[in-house]
T-cell receptor, first 116, second 113 residues
Framework: GAVVSQHPSRVICKSGTSVKIECRSL??????MFWYRQFPKQSLMLMAT?????????EQGVEKDKFLINHASLTLSTLTVTSAHPEDSSFYIC????????????FGSGTRLTVV | AQSVTQLDSQVPVFEEAPVELRCNYS??????LFWYVQYPNQGLQLLLK??????LVKGINGFEAEFNKSQTSFHLRKPSVHISDTAEYFC???????????FGEGTQLTVNP
């Protein structure tokens, strides 16, 4: 089945530094990937839609300069949290849509970001 | 715009009992419907999906769901739950293949011995 690898699974960084999270589709191509943020005991909040070869589409209220998204190939999208602050601490999850049109969205295993 | 309502935030049940997790959606167009399961500190795993065809959809781990267009519902059921089914369950909808998923608030299923 379709597999999405998300790395790292857990990261701790200092305030003011940047952190990059990778989302890779292992056995399928994904023109479109999605980035979500999840707070404890809450649902997933869509942050942005990442499209290969073009600029990401950000949801209202999400700072595009803070959360940089790059989707340079059909199998890889990255999310960079720039100048991280403690309030950016959260669980980030990516999802990839299979280009074969099987109607599925495969999720990565998530990244727990802690900013100290 | 579409929306999803999961009617129960928490559902406690005993092992081997049947369970139903309720999901209602709202949309002005035809939809695709999904149920995902999330274990602590992990991503989401697809349980089942409805795209078209038979309204009764069977998924992994013995789960099934029925799409009811007139009631705009997509309730998830399992006839006999196990301790290992304890997890958060999310219902989601998209208005077309490849468009954004909209999630419900989630239902925490806790299976007690």
């Amino acid at each position: 089945g379709a597999v999405v690898s998300q790395h790292p699974s857990r990261v701790i960084c200092k305030s003011g530094t940047s952190v990059k999270i990778e989302c890779r589709s292992l056995d399928f191509q994904a023109t479109t990937m999605f980035w979500y943020r999840q707070f404890p005991k809450q649902s997933l909040m869509l942050m942005a839609t990442s499209n290969e070869g073009s600029k990401a589409t950000y949801e209202q209220g999400v700072e595009k300069d803070k959360f940089l998204i790059n989707h340079a190939s059909l199998t890889l999208s990255t999310l960079t949290v720039t100048s991280a602050h403690p309030e950016d601490s959260s669980f980030y999850i990516c999802s990839a849509r299979d280009d074969r049109g099987l109607g599925g969205y495969t999720f990565g295993s998530g990244t727990r970001l802690t900013v100290v | 715009a579409q929306s999803v309502t999961q009617l129960d935030s928490q559902v406690p049940v005993f092992e081997e009992a049947p369970v139903e997790l309720r999901c209602n959606y709202s949309s002005s167009v035809s939809v695709y419907l999904f149920w995902y399961v999330q274990y602590p500190n992990q991503g989401l795993q697809l349980l089942l999906k409805y795209l078209s065809g038979s309204t009764l959809v069977k998924g992994i781990n013995g789960f099934e769901a029925e799409f009811n267009k007139s009631q705009t519902s997509f309730h998830l059921r399992k006839p006999s739950v196990h301790i290992s089914d304890t997890a958060e369950y999310f219902c989601a909808v998209s208005e077309s293949s490849g468009s954004r998923l909209t999630f419900g608030e989630g239902t925490q299923l806790t299976v007690n011995p």
